[in-house]
């Protein structure tokens, strides 16, 4: 325990730093220009980071693995099919893309509606190999992928390009008519979370145990699929799909705390987030100077990472 | 009191269980036998809520389990299951602690750390108590676990097969621990047993099961002898009575 509080520290003390040297530096005579710019953009950073780590840590609990995440079951391409869906039927015009919120809405209705069919069919009954849900999963990612690419062919080519700003994902252009929606979902989440964190502990032993020690385990477990859709979805609304993110950092916190506590595990996953994104974006913008993104690289680390844990697996396995 | 009624499960079109009906005594071991895919762990997680019967119903003190509230009912009645996977690393005494989260809900108190140390005392346990449950041995894994249930300190305790992955020398300790469990602290046990001496030496009553249905209830001396058993399980069991014991002789050299 006093092991994990250093770390915890460690880990609060590097985000801080991080985002100071995001707010601040090199920003000289732009002050007044820049400033406000960098605060909206580190704080969708951070609520992008703590929102998906936070709904990666409790999926992964409920379908008791480390490996499937809620995007790698495409929840990410779902976002995609319902913004193409609006496009395509209502157009850039419509009440559906200029209200934000509308928008906004019908995504995390879309995707929640997805959780809950994904779980009945692949999770509830009975125990699938963990490759199996894997394949399935990547099935359901290509097939929507493959929906979105054709009703886009069709789409006018001036509001095609309006439609791939939104699903692509991007730091630098936050809309920031949707933080404060988000800061609000991610702190009723908490609010909520604050109240089942020794149930989910509780849940980890698995169903039958939880259900021993007296946990609503399959109420529990819609309640939280649900909980971690709305996250997934307001991330994904807020700066576009980051597939990879939430599996390397719910991996890397339960690899550097070992616990079974998850509001540990939730807080280091959040905080590894905040270092990485906000530290990442850092080095791309001010030090490396690149011209690609940040999420392209996080994308790349993490598939890299995600083959690494399929084979540690699949030898944990024989 | 548990009293189970005409409970019935079935999957497909195979009924599982099929019009159980009998009462828990208080204060005894009671071991479910039978051949396998009986029906004996499906019963189980009938009577735990861990399983919705199709009809029928159970009842704890005359009320139906399912009107019971989760945390009301984890306090009277516990389980444990036959296989036990975890996708997280615990200490023994973690998961020990766990048993007491239905009156702690995560923070224990000092009672509960009692209590906790008991379990692991009563198990044996204090040795490996800060190993990780993933680095033990089958059998000491499966005396976490029965560790667990009793932290829980429920008045009913159901074990589905508990002794699959033991030694005979471990087989024996919980077996004496359970009897002391009952007959010590009042506790009443339900064990699933595959091995019918354990049954035969160690509980009071058996139920036996065969695909599905009820077929033996009563006093284990009136169960262990050889007409019952042919019932049961299609095979002539010739009983001895070894130091008091009714061993039951199912090798045959013979065929
Ligand atoms: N979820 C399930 N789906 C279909 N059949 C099942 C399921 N669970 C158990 N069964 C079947 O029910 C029968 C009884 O199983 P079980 O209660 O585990 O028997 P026992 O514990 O006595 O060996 C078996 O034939 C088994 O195949
Ligand atoms: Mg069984």
Known sequence: MRKNSLKLITLFILAIISILLYAFYDIKGGFDYAFPRRVLKIAAMVVTGVAISYATVVFQTITQNRILTPSVMGMDSMYGVVQTLIYFFAGSMSVWVVNKYLNFGAAIIAMVLFALILYRFLFRSDKHPIYLLLLIGMIIGTLLGSLVTFMQVLIDPVEYLGLQSMLFASFTKVKAELLYIAIAILIVSFIYGFRIMSKLDVMSLGRENAMNLGVNYDRMVMNILILSSVLIATSTALVGPITFFGLIVANLSYQFLVTYKHSILILGASLISIIALVGGQFLVEHIFELRTTLSVIINFIGGIYFIYLLLRESRAAK | ?255
């Open chain 2, 1 to 255: 009191m548990i009293n189970i009624k005409d409970l019935s499960k079935r999957y497909g079109k195979k009924n599982v269980v099929e019009k159980v009906s009998l009462t828990i005594q208080p204060g005894t071991i009671t071991s479910f036998i039978g051949p396998n895919g009986a029906g004996k762990s499906t019963l189980l997680s009938m009577v735990s809520r861990l399983l919705e019967a199709d009809t029928g119903e159970v009842l704890l003190d005359q009320n139906n389990v399912k009107k019971w509230k989760s945390d009301e009912f984890a306090k009277r009645v516990s389980i444990l299951k036959q296989s036990n996977f975890m996708n997280v690393r615990l200490t023994v005494r973690e998961l020990v602690s766990f048993g007491r989260y239905p009156y702690s809900k995560g923070r224990l108190t000092d009672i509960d750390e009692k209590h906790v140390d008991q379990a692991i005392d009563y198990m044996n346990l204090h040795d490996m108590e800060d190993q990780f449950i993933d680095e033990l041995s089958g059998g000491q894994k499966q005396r976490a676990f029965i560790a667990m249930v009793i932290a829980q300190d429920t008045d009913y305790i159901l074990l589905d097969e508990p002794l699959n992955n033991l030694d005979m020398k471990h087989s024996v300790q919980i077996m004496k621990i359970l009897r002391k469990l009952v007959d010590e602290l009042g506790k009443t046990v339900v064990i699933v047993l595959h091995d019918i001496n354990f049954a035969s030496v160690y509980s009071d009553r058996i139920v036996a099961l065969k695909d599905g249905k009820l077929v033996k209830n009563g006093p284990t001396s009136e169960i262990i002898n050889s007409a019952s058993l042919r019932e049961i399980y299609d095979m002539d069991i010739p009983v001895q009575v070894q130091n008091g014991c009714r061993i039951c002789v199912y090798f045959n050299s013979h065929g």
